[in-house]
């Protein structure tokens, strides 16, 4: 990489980090003022602040493209003001080159984005509210979990109590026939996984449904294989937004195995996925607007520009993937539709420079 390209990406990096650090700090703040109202049992006010920390990098994944553009808006405003861009376009660097130099800055931020998108973010996120629920619900003698339904071809299963050590407790089994009739009806007193990945049923008791009559069948100890092992069981415990992208494809992957509706989870995915593609657009939007419109303005006209393109984007974002939820539309169109009006303005901005 040349000088030039060296000196463009350390400029958009650093107001970049710099506007992410204050957009964290507010909300981690309001995290935190969140929290404050639902302290209750061993969830004090040092949990709160725990959470609230802990829920950080997850806040900067999805910050992250309002605080590039915001970012990149004032780290090319202050270098348009010494008049450096200026003398980068006398000395013969067309518009072009100088969009793949900050575009290359976009690269970066966009790796940085990925890595906390999947391997940092999602099980901070996962840790945090887990901690959160088991403060809030420590009793002596209760067993903290959540209620589970999961479907494993014509088999039902309802977990009690689904927890981190897949302790279940009680369980009922639903088994059906081709023709969805029911076939029979099971319940154990407890159930676990064990590290085979077998479903070992303790005090086992089904009811089978036949022709001829109801035939009853129990046991102290069964065990049973389902397809359904502790990965995929482990993600049902987790929201999408705590789940990494490989958890979110294997489990839309069971969901649509099992005939089951997975549009929750893939729109988080393409939510995610142009998220992070669109952290590359918006140095690309910023320079744009530098050469443009705010060729003359000060830090404070960039700095309210910047906020409401993030915001409206942000907005859009949020508003299209709820309404294709809502109204089960395409994911990947209705998640990728901001990211590609706000590539098509970015294009005809650029095409406006001379």
């Known amino acids: 990489m040349s000088i030039l390209g060296k000196y463009l990406m350390r400029t958009i990096l650093l107001s ?28 004090r006010i040092a949990q709160a602040l725990l959470f609230a920390v802990l829920r950080l990098p997850q806040l900067s994944f999805e910050m992250m493209p309002i605080a590039v553009l915001i970012g990149s808006l004032m780290g090319l405003g202050a270098l348009a003001n010494n008049s450096e861009l200026v003398v980068m376009r006398t000395a013969g660097l067309s518009i072009v080159r100088l969009a793949g130099l900050v575009a290359i800055a976009g690269v970066a931020l966009l790796v940085v984005t990925v890595l906390i998108g999947e391997y940092i973010g999602p099980p901070l996120d996962y840790f945090a509210r887990n901690m959160r629920d088991e403060a809030r619900n420590s009793q002596a003698g209760r067993d903290f979990g959540n209620a589970a339904w999961v479907k494993d071809g014509p088999v039902i299963l309802h977990l009690q ?11 009922y089994l639903f088994r059906f026939n081709e023709d969805n009739s029911l076939r029979s009806i099971a319940r154990a007193e407890n159930s676990g996984i064990d590290k085979d990945d077998k479903w070992i049923l303790e005090n086992f008791r089904e009811t089978r449904f036949q022709d001829d009559g109801v035939q009853v069948v129990s046991s102290r100890l069964a065990v049973e294989s389902f397809d359904v092992d502790s990965n995929i069981l482990g993600i049902t415990l987790v929201k999408p937004i705590s789940l990494s992208a490989r958890g979110l494809m294997s489990y839309i992957g069971y969901l649509h195995k099992n005939d ?18 669109a952290v590359v657009i918006m140095p690309v939007l910023a320079l744009a607007f530098v050469f443009g419109t705010l060729r003359s303005a000060g830090a404070g006209g960039r700095l309210v520009v910047g906020v409401m393109i993030g915001l409206g984007y942000f907005l859009a974002s949020e508003t299209m993937a709820s309404s294709g939820q809502v109204f089960n539309l395409n994911p990947a169109l209705m998640t990728s539709l901001p990211t590609v009006v706000l590539l098509l303005i970015t294009m005809f901005a650029l095409g406006r420079v001379r």
Do not use: H
């Not at 710099?18 to 639902?38: N, P, R, T, W």
């Not at 109590?161 to 369980?171: A, Y």
């Not at 089951?260 to 593609?277: C, D, G, N, P, Q």
């Open 16 to 43: 970049s980090l710099l506007v992410l650090l204050v957009l964290l700090s507010l909300a981690a703040l309001f995290e935190f003022i969140g929290q404050v109202d639902d302290v209750q049992g061993d969830y």
């Open 161 to 171: 109590r689904v927890n981190n050590e897949f302790d279940f407790g009680s369980i």
């Open 260 to 277: 089951l509706s997975a549009i929750r989870y893939e729109m988080e995915l393409w939510s995610r996925a142009s998220k992070t593609v």
